[in-house]
Structures are given as C-alpha cells and as structure tokens.
C-alpha cells in the first residue's frame, strides 16, 4: 500500500460510509471468500443523485455489471466504473436485505441485523434517510435468473483474496456492508475489507475528504 | 361500465397522473395491441413511500410479476396487488424510456419525447421531483434475460384488449405512460387505456379523489 491508499474492514454484518473525489478507486475485497457487500451511493453535494440500477442495467443491457462497465445514477451521468474484477458476478436486482425481509421470506421474528439497517446507519450522519436508499448494487452477491424468471440466490463465487475496484466519476458519499443475510453468504458471517487510492494524495485534497 | 368506473385514453407518447383510494382497482388496456405503459406511484401523503422493483422482485423471487403478485413500496408495505392479467409479460427491471436513454443508447439528437418526461411532467403538480422517478413497472413490456445476463427488449406480447388489473393497497399517487420508445412497442406508437374501479361511490370518497 502506498500513502495514498488506506485499507480498512468492515467488522461481519455491520456498515461502513465515506467519501470518495473524482478519479478515486475503491477496491471491494473478499478475505475470507464467499461473501457479499451491498453499495450505495450518492453525489456528494446532491443527494437528489444516486446510484440507478434501472439505468445502469438499461444501458448495460446485461444484469452482470463487470470490468468495463458502467454504474450509472438516477440522472444518467456515469457514477461508477468497473475497473478491475476478479469475480465478475455481481448483483444489481435486489434492494439490501432488512428487517422486512427476514420476516416476509423466513418468517424471522424479533430483530435481525440487515444491510438496510447498516446502510441507513451510516448514511444517517450525511443527512440522508433511509427512504432513499434503493437497490444497491450487490457485490460478490450471486443471483440467477431462470428462463421462466425464477431469481434464486446462490453462494458467491468469490474466493479469498478476490475483489472488485470501482473508480468514482463524480465527489461521492458511499456505504458500504458485511452482509447479514444467511442466504447470501452460503451460511457464514465475515468481514469485508476495502481500500480507496486515492486521485490526489491527501494534502492535495479538500479537508474531509 | 358502471358509475364507479371511468375509462380515459392516454394519447401516443404521453402520460397522465391521477389518485387511487384504497380498494381501487386500476385497470390498464392496451387498445390497439404492442403497446407498453410504464407505472410509478407513491404513498399519497408520504411521497418518501414509492413504488420498489427492488423489494417487489426480492418477495417475489420472480423477476415475472403476474396475478396474485405484490408490488411493494420501499418500505416493504404492500402498494398495489395483481388481481388481474391477460398477458402474464411485464417488465421490472427498467427505468423508463428518457431523453439520456435516448442519447447514449441510440445516438439520438434532439428532442425525443420520452415516458421519464412524461411523467415527471404529470407528476410534477403533485410536487414531485424527476429524481424521485425510480424504476418503472413497465405493464406489456416483453423483456427477456439470458442465461449470461443479456437483456433483451422485444415486442409486447399483448393483444388488442388486453389488459392488468391492479388494486391499490394503499391511497397512492399514481403516474402512466403510453411509451414512447419505439424499441418497446415493436416500431409503432400507439395509445394506452385506463379504467379506474372505485371501491367506493364518488359520493362517498374525500373531495378530490
């Protein structure tokens, strides 16, 4: 690691947010395998701008986003683009899983860690609300979809030491998760880690960034 | 039709918003066959609940909603329930047809009109903003996934007459679209029609419902 990248993990079924500049690359790492980190995003000074996946998948014209391609937000200005990927199965269907879910689809009763819940509570000190968060584009997560349409949920393919690295096309606040649903982790709760390079090394940069 | 139904006509390229009651049923025609009608809503008094491809294709675990599927809101509340559908072919996954879309998929210069304009424009006495228009239920639309991701956009199955019928689970706010993407409607613009089956006599019903 150079000065300019720093590298941190995201403790099994909890949340993390930051920022990103223009030109950043975030890298997404797997350091156990077999687990999923669901993103989400917003223009830093308009939180009106946020990551699309009815755009991105639109203009993609595939569901599995990788090397190359672009996440695009809500407005259509580039957001995100893939500029590495170990793995290439990504999800970008389904919204993050939350209390709602365990109830609706298992039945769970009394509460249950989520990645809704991790990403609202690390948006929350950027002023954002949980309302607003909308489907994430889920990492390592892997999910098919039959010729009838039939989405099912399966182990991710992602080995130890796998990862994805995103470059910001705009100033970007950004959560991030451990995920927290069984399902999507074949059975297991682990870390995730990840790192930002840095564009421009920090003393070059606006505070807070 | 009896005194509890109006029928209205969405021209070619153009769309209309009006209000759901609880109860109502929201009957969408294509007329002339081949044609696609995007729907968004909101929570009529709490615009931060809207409409969740997300959360409705998460429950469903089917990206082919149809007859006694669930559409639901962002916070996993129930908005409307399929009740009826002759053609069994929506899309979900989707945002509408917009002026970008245009651009950067077809090359297109100038003005197109498009179903995002169509309905922020309805939407927009509601004081609703454009960037709260997420990914559309875009009714009749034929959208096909292949077993490498490949989204491909073909021709409506949907026959002159057919139709989906949709009751509101809640008072909502609603907007829809005859589209205007020739890529959807198989080449031709044609219109769309909509019946509203209110629960209640208009007598019985708030003003302004």
């Known amino acids: ?21 223009q030109g950043d690359v975030l890298r997404v790492l797997d350091p156990c395998g077999e687990q999923v980190s669901d ?3 917003f223009k830093a000074d ?22 190359g391609d672009t996440l695009y937000a809500n407005d259509s ?44 509570t690390a948006f929350a000190p950027y002023g954002i609300a949980r309302s607003r968060i909308s489907t994430t584009f889920n990492i390592f997560m892997n999910v098919t979809v039959g ?3 039939t989405v099912a949920v399966r182990a991710p393919t992602s080995r130890a030491g ?7 096309e705009m100033e970007l606040v950004c959560a991030l998760t451990s995920c927290s649903a069984e399902q999507s982790n074949n059975g297991t ?14 003393a070059s940069r606006p505070a807070g960034t």
Do not use: W
């Open 162 to 168: 796998d990862y994805i690295e995103l470059r910001a």
């Open 77 to 120: 200005r580039p957001m995100f683009s893939i500029v590495g990927d170990t793995v290439g199965r990504h999800d970008f269907l389904l919204t993050p899983c939350s209390q709602e879910m365990f109830e609706i689809l298992y039945g769970h009763r009394g509460h249950h860690p989520s990645c809704f819940e991790n990403l609202y």
């Open 147 to 149: 010729a009838d349409g």
């Open 1 to 21: 690691m150079t000065d300019r990248t720093t590298r941190r993990r995201i403790a099994p079924q909890s949340g993390a947010a930051f920022e990103l500049g």
């Open 39 to 41: 993103l989400f995003a």
């Open 189 to 202: 709760f682990k870390p995730i880690d990840y790192e930002i390079v840095r564009a421009t090394p920090a």
């Open 46 to 67: 308009d939180h009106d701008c946020m990551l699309s996946s009815g755009r991105s998948l639109d203009y993609a014209s595939r569901i599995y986003l990788t090397t």
